[in-house]
């Protein structure tokens, strides 16, 4: 890829040259052509008149098309994929479809969302089920996750919870792997994967990985509209996973309009009315990422430049990363050795956001997380780099 594709690349998204951006693991910078498919959308339903039944035919193909993009990036069939507002409500669907017993046992890793963490605790709560961690963390710079994992799966597991890409560390979670020792562990359990950074970043094919459940966002990475994710649902699974909330695009009806079935794939979990309009927001945003390269080639030009940061932040004799090795991921995390952590943490945050630079503190490690895309420069690496030399060399 050459860098002048690049820069004519980045010249999609209006508002990239206003600062340095490197929030994407929190959330994308949309494109000028995504925002526009947002508003002509929004146009569009006002001039159709908003409930009609053109409006009805247009939020169906909004919906489909999101659907089938989706589906198709992912390596995934349509009818597997249900959208969602954001990847804790697909966790939501998946942890509270299952139909827990009392005893039964849910495994976590230790480096998990709060948002996830809180779900659990509730199921806990109400279930009475037992709920176990297991420490992923220390395997950063060594030792096996996979090992670690399936070590602590016992005769009761129903539930494995883990994200694919650590939102801490940036760590890859070998998920193949993973779910095959899960599976041969016992077929009774199921596994929870939180996409929320490893969509937009990872090339995916979803039936080949082979997890029952796949929550993920599509304002991060992908750099859609705030608002919209999703959630796969292996086929072979669904029956056995039942709605929660409930709505009528849950549902087929008979002749006088009553529930007798739901619907047939993974517009079950679909509930009611939903911002339709953000979704060509979505859809046109995949289609500027795939517009410049396969997923394959856009994960391998995002750890090129994450490789880099990481380079560039061994040159800052205060700072350690935390990886002792280039990253895997577009997510970088790196700690401030000298002086009290927290507080210089919190202050380099925000001493970088008020020279127009973006990174976000993490509590846990504590630490500061920069993220690099596909159309990350060097030169905004190198502003970031020199900004943080300057401020914790004072
Ligand atoms: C790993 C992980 N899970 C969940 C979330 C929450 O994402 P959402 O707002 O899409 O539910 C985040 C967001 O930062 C995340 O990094």
């Not at 948002?115 to 060594?142: K, Y």
């Amino acid at each position: 890829m050459t860098f002048d594709r690049i820069l004519t690349h980045r010249q999609e998204f209006p508002f990239l040259d206003q600062y340095a951006y490197f929030n994407y693991g929190g959330q994308g910078l949309m494109s000028r052509r995504a925002l526009e498919a947002v508003t002509q959308a929004q146009e569009t339903l006002q001039r159709i008149a908003p409930f009609s039944q053109a409006a009805y035919d247009y939020s169906l193909q909004l919906t489909e098309d999101l659907r089938r993009t989706i589906a198709g990036e992912l390596g995934a069939p349509p009818d597997s994929i249900t959208l969602t507002e954001d990847t804790t409500v697909g966790c939501n669907i998946a942890l509270w479809g299952l139909d827990w017993q009392a005893g039964d046992h849910l495994l976590i890793t230790d480096c998990e969302h709060q948002g996830v963490l809180a779900i659990v605790q509730e199921l806990q709560h109400r279930f009475s089920i037992e709920v176990s961690v297991c420490p992923l963390l220390p395997t950063l710079n060594g030792g096996d996750p996979v090992t670690t994992l399936v070590s602590y799966l016992r005769p009761n597991t129903r539930m494995v919870v883990l994200s694919h890409v650590l939102w801490n560390t940036g760590q890859v979670l070998p998920l193949e792997p993973i779910v095959a020792g899960c599976r041969s562990h016992s077929d009774r359990v199921r596994i929870l994967v939180d996409a929320a950074q490893s969509v937009g970043v990872l090339p995916l094919n979803l039936t080949t990985l082979g997890a029952d459940y796949y929550a993920f966002t599509c304002h991060k990475w992908w750099c859609g509209s705030a608002g919209v994710g999703g959630l796969y649902v292996r086929p072979e699974v669904r029956e056995a996973l039942r709605p929660t909330f409930i709505g009528w695009r849950s549902i087929r009806t008979n002749a006088q309009g009553k529930p007798i079935a739901w619907e047939g794939g993974g517009k079950r979990y679909e509930v009611a009315t939903s911002a339709v309009l953000l979704y060509p927001g979505v859809t046109t945003a995949i289609q500027v990422q795939q517009s410049l390269g396969s997923a394959a080639e856009r994960y391998g030009m995002i750890c090129d430049r994450s490789r880099y940061l990481w380079e560039q932040l061994q040159t800052i004799p205060q700072v350690t990363t935390l990886r002792t090795t280039p990253p895997e991921s577009g997510l970088v995390s790196f700690q401030i050795t000298s002086g009290p952590q927290q507080a210089q943490h919190r202050g380099l945050v925000m001493g970088l956001e008020s020279q127009g630079i973006l990174v976000r503190l993490l509590l846990d490690p504590n630490c500061i997380r920069a993220c690099t895309h596909y159309f990350t420069t060097e030169a905004e690496i190198d502003r970031l780099v020199a900004e943080i030399g300057a401020i914790v060399g004072k």
